[in-house]
């Protein structure tokens, strides 16, 4: 059992705003903090456009972090050198750790520990669980049972050695993931060579309407709430959705290409970034930011042939080479309409379709199978750090 003193987070942490206005036509990178203790990540990039709040907060390195809507769930970080100097809004709290005191890792893990999310629960506000907020007044005055220094260096040592054990399993499992994705973009793009000697190549115009729809989100919904899709909100490489609800006042200026079910979302900024998605059902006459190029396949393409090629490194080379801009790589408008797709028949378009989703169900299986043991590994730290730290009375 280790002494401990019971100590304000008020005298330990001071809370920091590092405003900065935010340019329209600046790019700011992101940081984003998972729930359940899995720390701080690299978010999107997110356009000056694409945000109503005036200003966003720079984060460096040290910096304890928490959304306040998320923090009931344990999404509290502390930020690494790596992440540092990226942005979140203000809807994040930030502070920075008096270290004469406290060790920021020691921090860091006891948030990680679900024991103590449970503790946050009874400080936030709000009625509706999902939906409470813990404000930084509120997280101020938990308390925490603070060891000697010598100690809390002890416990983070112990703790290191043997999540770092845990990390090299989780990171192997990681990387097979991301190896598989790459097998089968690889596989996507012989299977579109092969077809291309055999079947003709057509400009995406002759075959796709770009942008078909425009629309203002104030004048269609007023301030009823839509999803919106930003650049945000499609995962790269996975084409996996998460649209922001939005009221229409509330619209970003950007939020103008009306979406229906089965259009193509290719985001012209980086295209490399392969943030590309098909829209599902569900999202019909919705609306996505201008930072994507909709697309919506004619009569000689099916949707998920078109999907196919747009997530290829076919369609995603072409893409590569013809990006204009430094600070901001893109393509317009121009560029995709020369942009070359293969067209075969629409019998052989369904037949090699049915043959692309058999060989990704077993890759994704793959997937899942490495997936699931790096979530076991991140599973089994949690439970480590909660039995390390209540072993020493804490």
């Known amino acids: ?74 999404a509290f970080a502390l930020t690494p050198s790596n992440l540092a100097h990226r942005f979140v809004s203000p809807e994040f709290c930030t502070f920075e750790i008096d270290q004469s005191r406290l060790v920021p890792s020691f921090l860091d893990y006891y948030f990680r520990r679900p024991s103590t999310w449970r503790r946050v629960v009874s400080l936030s506000t709000g009625t509706n669980v999902r939906r409470r907020r813990l404000h930084p007044d509120e997280l101020l005055s938990f308390t925490l049972p603070l060891p000697p220094m010598t100690e809390q260096q002890r416990i983070v ?71 919106y899709v930003d650049i945000g909100s499609v995962e790269n490489g996975s084409g996996t959705l998460h649209p922001k609800e939005i009221s229409g006042l509330d619209a970003p200026s950007r939020a103008r290409r ?28 919705q609306v996505c930011s201008t930072g994507f190029a909709v697309l919506r396949a004619g009569h000689e393409l099916l949707p998920r042939f078109l999907f196919a090629q747009a997530t290829s490194n076919y369609l995603i080379d072409q893409l590569t080479r013809a990006m204009k ?14 942009v070359r797709l293969v067209v075969p028949g629409i019998a052989r378009q369904e ?27 991140k599973q089994l730290g949690i439970s480590l750090i909660e039995h390390t730290l209540s072993a020493a009375g804490l």
């Not at 060579?193 to 269609?220: C, F, G, W, Y």
């Open 1 to 74: 059992m280790i002494l401990a003193q019971s100590v304000p987070l008020a005298q330990l942490l001071t809370k920091v705003e590092r405003a900065v206005a935010v340019d329209p036509e600046t790019d700011y990178e992101m940081l984003g903090v998972r729930s359940f203790g899995a720390g701080a990540f690299a978010a999107n990039r997110l356009r000056g456009t694409d945000t109503k709040y005036p200003v966003l907060l720079e984060v460096r390195a040290g910096d304890f972090v928490y959304p306040k809507l998320m923090a009931w769930e344990g």
């Open 325 to 338: 801009g430094g600070h901001y790589p893109a393509v317009n408008d121009v560029v995709l309409r020369s």
């Open 157 to 227: 040592q112990l703790l290191d050695a043997t999540l770092g054990r845990l990390g090299v399993i989780g990171e192997l499992s990681r990387r097979t993931s991301e190896q598989g994705k790459a097998a089968w973009w690889s596989v996507l793009s012989e299977r579109l060579r092969d077809l291309e000697n055999k079947t003709a190549t057509k400009a995406l115009v002759e075959v796709v309407s770009i942008n078909p729809e425009s629309v203002n989100p104030a004048q269609l919904f007023a301030d009823s709430r839509f999803r």
């Open 258 to 285: 009306r979406i229906r079910a089965n259009d193509v979302l290719v985001s012209t900024v980086r295209p490399y970034l392969r943030g590309v998605a098909l829209v599902p059902p569900e999202l019909d006459g």
């Open 351 to 377: 037949a090699e379709c049915r043959r692309l989703d058999s060989l990704e169900s077993r890759l994704r299986r793959v997937q899942e199978l490495h997936e699931d043991r790096s979530r076991s590994s």
